[in-house]
């Protein structure tokens, strides 16, 4: 789960065929403090959104690193490979790049570090896709077909976002997730924190919805009972969560997905979401302290309200994986045990914990740069696991090993046991995820390796589906909830 496969320089390549497009997502190393459960939750959309706008006359794969089935394939040459290029594993893409391009393969790069720092990938590629790939990708292939393949392709994310295919799910190995469906119904988010890659210079990216029909129609296709929204915020828009809300709640399907708080501003709208099948939400809390949160500039209700918020969901039955970010210059040595505290005050049955990071050509780097608090530029480690800056008010070392200590705390059998939910029905589920999810590392690794992941958690979603469906129809029953702690456990979130 640490090292990439090994591209052989010696291996001669495969004969070439014409029009077959290799689409790869590269390796990266697996923090082992947090699960590797959440590798194979579900899949990027990066390759198959736009894989979906494919000429019918080209044949195009999929390869994932991550699935550890080894190296991509070479045997026939792809005439074009596609890679997508996130800052933590550029190296890897710039060495699969090179070994592509030496052997005649056309390379195209794109993702969200070609968007970032487009003169840094250049040169490792044929072409760069810069921006929204599902309007690039159809132009750059006839230009390869044709032999005028263009340095660079730019579109912002400003087209009618109701006319994107659905992504290809098909050529996804479907053994090797937990779920295949990742939805994506908005793009962007009403918020700009200046830690977020949404903050990034050039980056124009309006709030998008996809029409609610069309996100039903994609969830009750691909046939799974569960599915992972990977939107930046799903509720930035009420109204259209709540028309969204109204056209899943006939799949009988269970769903998790990324929202920020405010969106409990509103309990109409959670129950709502209790009712269309949310078991789960992802929320980035980021800090308990309120100056951290004006400084990111991140709009959101006082941290000292979170505790009630938090609650209103958990009595919809929705869980809570609640994202911290760690090293702001508001915190202090005191901010691990404190925030630890809080998270199993208000058990929540899940969390990530991020080490600030500066992300290239956002407001926060800037500063950091400008502060002269930058270490250094090895991406590489620019993955939320490593400091990068000099924190404010602690030591490197302290910041660094306070994280891991979030994790050891909160992965803990005392930690896990202080979680549990209220309801003593939903606690045995719960105990078999956060077993399965957090401390099976070892585990995630052979049923990565043997494509077991959907075979061993399939029984686990399908009861906590079964499970969800009679807690909404009792909710349903209900003009107001009566039954308080009724928590219903979401696989994977
Ligand atoms: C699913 C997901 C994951 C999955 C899968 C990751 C993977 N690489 O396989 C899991 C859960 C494993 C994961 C883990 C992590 N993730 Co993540 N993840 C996401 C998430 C929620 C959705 C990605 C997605 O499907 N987006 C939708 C697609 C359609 O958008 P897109 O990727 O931008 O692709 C479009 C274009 O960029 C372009 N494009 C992309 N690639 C290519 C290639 C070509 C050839 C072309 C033509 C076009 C093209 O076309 C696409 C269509 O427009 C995003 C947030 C988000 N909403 O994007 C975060 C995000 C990508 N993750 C992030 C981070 C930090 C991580 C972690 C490092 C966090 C951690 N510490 O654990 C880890 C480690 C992974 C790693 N090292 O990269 C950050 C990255 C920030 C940055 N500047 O790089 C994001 C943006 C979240 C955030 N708000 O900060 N992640
Ligand atoms: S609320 Fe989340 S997705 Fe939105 S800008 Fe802030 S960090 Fe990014």
Redesign the pocket.
């Known amino acids: 789960m640490t090292r990439a496969p090994v591209l052989d320089a010696a291996t001669a390549s495969g004969p070439m065929q014409s029009r077959y497009a290799l689409?790869i997502?590269p390796f990266?190393?697996?923090?082992p403090n947090?699960s590797f459960g959440?590798?194979?939750?579900?899949?990027?959309?990066?390759?198959?959104?736009?894989a979906a706008t494919t000429p019918e006359h080209w044949e195009v794969r999929y390869w994932?690193e991550?699935l550890l089935d080894g190296r991509p394939p070479f045997v026939p040459m792809p005439e074009v490979v596609?890679?997508?290029?996130?800052?933590?594993?550029a190296k890897r893409a710039f060495e699969l790049a090179h070994w592509y391009r030496s052997r005649g393969s056309k390379v195209?790069?794109?993702?969200?570090?070609?968007?970032?720092c487009p003169e840094e990938c250049a040169p490792y590629a044929d072409a760069l896709?810069v921006?929204?790939?599902?309007?690039?990708?159809p132009s750059?292939l006839a230009d390869a077909e044709s032999g005028r393949l263009r340095p660079k392709?730019t579109?912002a994310?400003e087209s009618d976002y109701r006319q994107d295919p659905a992504?290809r799910r098909s050529m996804l190995p479907r053994k090797s997730f937990l779920t295949t469906t990742?939805l994506?119904a908005t793009?962007g988010c009403h918020n700009r924190c200046g830690f977020?890659?949404?903050a990034?210079d050039g980056l124009r990216m309006p709030y998008r919805m996809r029409d609610p029909g069309q996100i039903a129609a994609e969830f009750a296709a691909d046939g799974q009972p569960y599915a992972?929204f990977?939107?930046?915020n799903l509720g930035s828009n009420r109204a259209y969560l709540r028309a969204l809300c109204q056209a899943l709640r006939p799949l009988n399907k269970i769903w998790s997905a990324?929202v920020s708080i405010d969106v409990t501003d509103d309990p109409s709208l959670i129950r709502i979401m209790a009712l269309a099948g949310c078991t789960g939400v992802f929320v980035g809390f980021e800090s308990l302290t309120d100056q951290n949160l004006a400084d990111a500039r991140k709009k959101t209700p006082k941290a000292g309200d979170y505790g009630r918020r938090v609650r209103m969901l958990h009595e919809h039955g929705i869980q809570v994986n609640g994202s911290f970010v760690l090293g702001f210059d508001h915190d202090r040595k005191d901010v691990f045990a404190r925030t630890a505290d809080w998270i199993e005050e208000n058990r929540l049955e899940c969390v990530?914990f991020?080490i600030l990071?500066p992300?290239?050509a956002?407001p926060l780097f800037r500063q950091m740069e400008a502060e002269g608090r930058l270490l250094h530029r090895e991406w590489a480690l620019?993955?939320?696991?490593h400091a990068v800056f000099r924190p404010k008010n602690m030591s490197l070392e302290e910041l660094e090993q306070g994280y891991t200590w979030m994790y050891q705390r909160l992965f803990s059998h005392a930690s896990i046991w202080r979680r549990r939910p209220a309801d003593w029905r939903a606690v045995a589920p719960y105990l078999a995820m956060s077993y399965l999810y957090k401390r099976s590392n070892r585990f995630w690794r052979l049923l990565i390796k043997h494509h077991l992941v959907q075979f061993a958690w399939r029984p686990l979603v399908e009861l906590t589906r079964l499970r969800h469906v009679r807690f909404r129809e009792e909710l349903a029953a209900s003009e107001r909830l009566t039954r308080p702690g009724a928590g219903v456990v979401a696989a994977g979130v």
């Open positions: 689409l997502n990266y190393p697996k923090d947090a959440k590798h194979v939750l579900t899949p990027t959309l990066a390759l198959t959104s736009f994932d991550n596609g890679i997508t290029v996130h800052l933590t594993f195209v790069l794109g993702g969200l570090h070609v968007l970032s896709a921006g929204d790939g599902v309007q690039l990708w750059i392709y579109a994310y992504p990742s994506i793009r977020c890659y949404l990034t992972v990977v939107d930046n990324a990530t991020h990071t992300y290239p956002t620019y993955d939320t696991a």
